[in-house]
C-alpha cells in the first residue's frame, strides 16, 4: 500500500511536497505533477540508490514527506517491542 502523510493545508495554502521513492510507479508521479502536485521523484534527485534511511533524511533535507510503495521501509529502523 501506498503511504503519505500530507499536513493539510495552512492558512496560506501551503502543502509539504512529496518525495517519491523508486517503488512508486512513475505514472503516479507524473499524474500528481498533471495535478499541480510539488512532487520529487528520487530518480530525478540522484537518489534512486540511497538506503531507506538515507532517503528519509534526504527528503527531509528537502522538506519533503516521503511517498513510498515499499512495504518494509525503515524495518530495520523498527525497535522490537
Not at 1 to 30: F, K
Not at 47 to 53: G, H, M, T, V, Y
Amino acid at each position: 500500500m501506498a503511504s503519505a502523510t500530507a499536513a493539510p493545508a495552512g492558512e496560506g495554502g501551503e502543502v509539504s511536497a512529496l518525495y517519491m521513492d523508486v517503488h512508486v510507479p512513475a505514472a503516479i508521479t507524473r499524474a500528481l505533477r498533471r495535478r499541480g502536485a510539488d512532487v520529487v521523484a528520487a530518480q530525478d534527485d540522484g537518489a534512486a540508490r540511497l538506503l531507506d534511511p538515507a532517503l528519509l533524511d534526504r527528503a527531509a533535507k528537502l522538506g519533503c514527506i516521503v511517498f513510498t510503495r515499499d512495504s518494509d521501509f525503515l524495518a530495520e529502523e523498527v525497535l522490537p517491542l
